[in-house]
């Protein structure tokens, strides 16, 4: 390979400290949701095109498939890279449901893949963590208060600003918009979808004009738009607005069993907020989206929402409940505006230096030794000066040069240098592995 | 999505049980990886198509992509997936050189996919763990010792059949070749290379008619390809056979080197096999390839080699030497043969029965509880009654179901049944986590 070549617009690749930090928050996350129970799970990279394109609106973000060198027996004719993690996971259901146990509880860190004009937080290929519950026929209602505090416990666990995850209800919603007299629904959604782009004035404009409704009514749909609170108190508000419908009475009533439950769980956590919209028209209950406080203007990091129907054989349906943290995306953030950092760049805890070329297998038996105990190393690359090996540990970041010569250790932070068999020492523990932190810790949990 | 959609040949998935294995075998390696102080890294999945075509021999294989309604101004045309990680690894060094610290000592962990025809062990999409030291200008002798030792270590950590490496040296090879008078090393390569398929007898007349040795010097190129040994006797055979090159002299010391340290730092890991052909033709130096004892007919599960140029930007050369573990196909073996079994379907060690719907919240404490001691475990999904809750966590093997009406956990496999307090209660340690074990145990190490 021969030239410099240059990187791609929306394929982000990091550098290894910072994919240092990437790890360590999928490591995170990872143990949050298997201390919750949830199975690991990987399904593969494509899918036959008619599946993935059975959500019109975003059949031109594809990546399809072919062979270079394809003839007329291409069997991966059809195929395109998942978009998502949900098309796939249904997929995975329908395809083992006899080999699964119900209700299924998995979760799903993988790569996907869209088109999209490459920006901040949206890449062409990026790592999405997806949490889910799917069950047979009925799925209880319970899973979607647990949904978002898995995902809450887990983005919590990580060293990032404080997440809020807003929930709405498709019910909700949808009964509102029909007891004050709308004809189609989902005409209202997507003009209240745009309020936060186009503003109160042009929603309103929309609702009449496109919506047909009165003029009134489409005031009470911007008001109900206006409704968010941390408690149950919402509900008193939507109560007020003095609009009745039996789809209306249903959701209000789960949307107050979600926000109570996860209040008393997760107190400050999640907020019902009445102006999410988007996802309304697929999902069909509860639905999420979560911003990093301070950093609202990404847009949600992580959304989500119930399905009655996330697969179905034709006779049997497989209701779910589940959301996506966009780990990419905010690792865009993270790293792109610095707010995290790893330790060092590499694992080695220590470096073992090597005194004369001769002498090398001394220095692999005492790294042999270490790891053995499950300390990190690695041996010095050349028998160079001990100041040139110094070196070589510090701008790794490594904290520990091990000396065969004289069996001492130094930190060479400190300069502190000590007598020590590899048989025994230990490094303090927070050095053993990399470790990552906040630089403006005020702004962050943990 | 309606209908029950087929698997799609030559793209693997696995069961929750199998894909507790597999991760099990993801961690060991990548613990091994790291004790040895390489460093994490993930490259896009998508490299230009002139990158991947330079190894022309595969062009095939490649998979393209193309955006499903692309435009004139498609930014994506001319990119292709991956069909190894060394070919990313190489663009990645160069593009990131100056940022990186040289030796650079990576592993890489990641999905690969080629068009190829599926069959056991081989796959269109693939997961491969990759290990290798790269440096700039020169690279030192001692890193082709360590790698397979790297590499030794993962596998034997491993519960599969013992791995032997067989190693050989392109310098050797290519001088022996000359020294008994070949033309074209490469085409003497190639002929020996077809010995398993083809026979000796098919491979002296290629060796005659279309390499144009000698029929002695054809007998004596197969009596190279005959010598193997664990420790160096090997040399004495290869000087024996009375051929000359200072290019032989050169890898056969190399040769020698890697077996003489690696048999001391693990015995019977690295064996001398110079029957070793592929990869001759592009490794500048030591060759690599694993088998696994009992399992020699499925290929080489892990391979690779010393690049004198892995990378170059045509002033600086980087050379690099690594192997590629092929993660896939020894799970195919693994889990399609039944080798290797979970301990249970999910990572929860417990579950929390629940009494009633309106005492759910009181299991869920007790989850909460149990989580933040690092116990994972699941609520149970209904207030059925407890026999129907404990066959819940019989199918997926949870051990223990915490009733919270009388405080008690009960061990399902034993029956036994215990008082306890979410805050002080822990499992057996094998128990906290899901565990993998051989099912044939005489077959494997660990």
Redesign the interface.
């Known amino acids: ?9 929306g ?6 400290a910072e ?2 930090v ?2 360590s928050f999928l490591d995170t996350i990872r143990r949050t949701f ?13 899918e ?2 008619d ?1 993935l394109l ?1 959500k019109g609106e975003i ?12 003839g007329a027996d291409d ?2 004719a059809g ?3 998942h978009f998502d993690l949900t ?1 796939p996971f ?3 259901v ?3 449901a006899g ?3 119900f ?1 299924f ?2 979760y799903q860190m993988q ?1 996907a ?1 869209r ?1 999209e004009r490459p920006q901040e937080g949206r890449y ?2 990026f790592v999405q963590a997806d949490v889910d519950v799917v ?1 047979r026929a009925e799925l ?1 209602g ?1 899973y979607e208060v ?1 949904i978002p505090l898995v995902v809450g416990a887990a983005m919590r666990a990580l060293p990032i600003p404080e997440p809020v995850i807003s929930v709405n209800n498709r019910k909700l919603a949808e009964g509102f918009f029909l007891g004050v007299g709308a004809a189609d629904p989902a005409q209202v959604l997507r003009a209240v979808d745009k309020l936060a782009k186009i503003g109160p004035d042009a929603v309103t404009a929309l609702l009449v004009t496109e919506a047909g409704l009165s003029a009134v009514a489409a005031k009470t749909c911007l008001a109900l738009a206006g409704i968010a609170s941390f408690d149950t108190s919402f509900a008193d508000d939507v109560v007020a607005l003095g609009v009745s419908h039996p789809m209306l009475d249903e959701g209000l009533a789960e949307l107050v069993h979600v926000v109570e ?1 996860a209040g ?2 997760a107190p400050g956590l999640v907020m019902a907020d009445l102006r999410i919209a988007r996802g309304l028209d697929y999902y069909t209950g509860t639905v999420y989206e979560t911003v990093l406080t301070g950093y609202e203007g990404l847009g949600s990091v992580c959304s989500g929402g119930r399905y009655d129907s996330l ?4 006779t049997v349906r497989y209701p779910g409940v589940g959301m996506s943290i966009g780990v990419s995306r905010i690792l865009g953030v993270v790293l792109g505006r610095d707010l995290v950092r790893a330790s060092r ?4 805890c220590v470096l073992v230096a090597v005194a004369d070329e001769d002498g ?2 001394d220095s ?1 038996r005492v790294a ?1 030794a270490l ?1 053995a105990r ?6 010095a ?2 028998a160079a000066k001990y100041g040139r090996q110094i070196r ?1 540990a510090d ?2 970041g490594i904290p520990f040069v091990w000396f065969t010569a004289d069996s001492t250790v130094k930190d060479i932070r400190s300069g502190e240098q000590v007598h020590a068999d590899p048989a025994h020492w230990d490094p303090p523990e927070p050095d053993r ?1 990399p470790t990552i932190a906040p630089t403006r810790p005020e702004e962050s949990r943990p």
Chains 1, 2 share one sequence.
């Open positions: 390979m021969a030239g410099r070549p240059a990187s791609l617009s394929f982000p690749e990091w550098l290894p994919r240092i990437e790890l298997e201390l919750n129970g949830f199975a690991s799970l990987e399904t593969r990279s494509v036959p095109l599946q059975r059949d031109n973000e594809v990546y399809v498939l072919r062979r270079l060198h394809a069997a991966d195929l395109g890279l098309v249904a997929r995975y329908l395809e083992n080999h699964l146990q209700p509880r998995r790569r893949w088109g062409r290929e069950d209880a319970h647990e439950r008393e769980a697969a179905s054989d034709g760049s590499v694992p080695s090398r297998a692999e042999a790891r499950g300390i990190p190393c690695e041996v690359p050349a070589h701008r790794r592995w």
